[in-house]
T-cell receptor, first 113, second 115 residues
Framework: AQSVSQHNHHVILSEAASLELGCNYS??????LFWYVQYPGQHLQLLLK??????LVKGIKGFEAEFIKSKFSFNLRKPSVQWSDTAEYFC???????????FGKGTRLSVIA | EAQVTQNPRYLITVTGKKLTVTCSQN?????MSWYRQDPGLGLRQIYY???????DKGDVPEGYKVSRKEKRNFPLILESPSPNQTSLYFC??????????????FGEGSRLTVL
């Protein structure tokens, strides 16, 4: 069965530090990959998505993610975090065709001044 | 404004008292889904619907029912709620699962407490 793993449960960073959140997916075929963000008390919003093409995907708010097929990974990065990036981040994947999204358990990011 | 609307946003109820959480989207989306979010467990899918009159179980369907009589509405029904259904519930929709854009639009969430 398809699964998504996020290895970091809680990450604490100082403002201006660089961020990398890990995400690994289990399926070896064609997958679509996503990162969603949930700010405190809010619903999930799409940060970025990868379907095919350039493996380096740029999203909103300065985030980017790199698809590395050989490592089954889709890590999220940001060069310099801000306090407003404090949120929970979810990686998700879906297979081509009629399959629902499968979410990872999420990584909570706390950015401190 | 394009949105997914859930009601109620907050509810405290007692064991066994039937309740319905409504979900409505105004984007003419075919695909709709319900998730529950629990600390340390992330988002788990309860039920989903590919289109009107088509519903399927997700990962944690026990204790829940859904219906999809109209395209815009996808209510979640708890016939006999129990304390382990205390959770934060999200409804989401997507243009089409077949096109597999995967971009889900989420509602604001419904926080349910079952005593």
């Amino acid at each position: 069965a398809q699964s998504v793993s996020q290895h970091n449960h809680h990450v604490i960073l100082s403002e201006a530090a660089s961020l990398e959140l890990g995400c690994n997916y289990s399926y070896g075929g064609t997958v679509n990959l996503f990162w969603y963000v949930q700010y405190p008390g809010q619903h999930l919003q799409l940060l970025l998505k990868y379907f095919s093409g350039d493996p380096l995907v740029k999203g909103i708010k300065g985030f980017e993610a790199e698809f590395i097929k050989s490592k089954f990974s889709f890590n999220l990065r940001k060069p310099s975090v801000q306090w407003s990036d404090t949120a929970e981040y979810f990686c998700a994947s879906s297979l081509s065709g009629n399959t629902p999204l499968v979410f990872g358990k999420g990584t909570r990011l706390s950015v401190i001044a | 404004e394009a949105q997914v609307t859930q009601n109620p946003r907050y509810l405290i109820t007692v064991t066994g008292k039937k309740l319905t959480v409504t979900c409505s989207q105004n984007m003419n989306h075919e695909y709709m889904s319900w998730y529950r979010q629990d600390p340390g467990l992330g988002l788990r899918q309860i039920y989903y619907s590919m289109n009107v009159e088509v519903t399927d179980k997700g990962d944690v369907p026990e204790g829940y029912k859904v219906s999809r009589k109209e395209k815009r509405n996808f209510p979640l029904i708890l016939e006999s709620p129990s304390p382990n259904q205390t959770s934060l519930y999200f409804c989401a929709s997507s243009l089409s699962s077949r096109k597999n854009t995967g971009e889900l639009f989420f509602g604001e969430g419904s926080r349910l407490t079952v005593l």
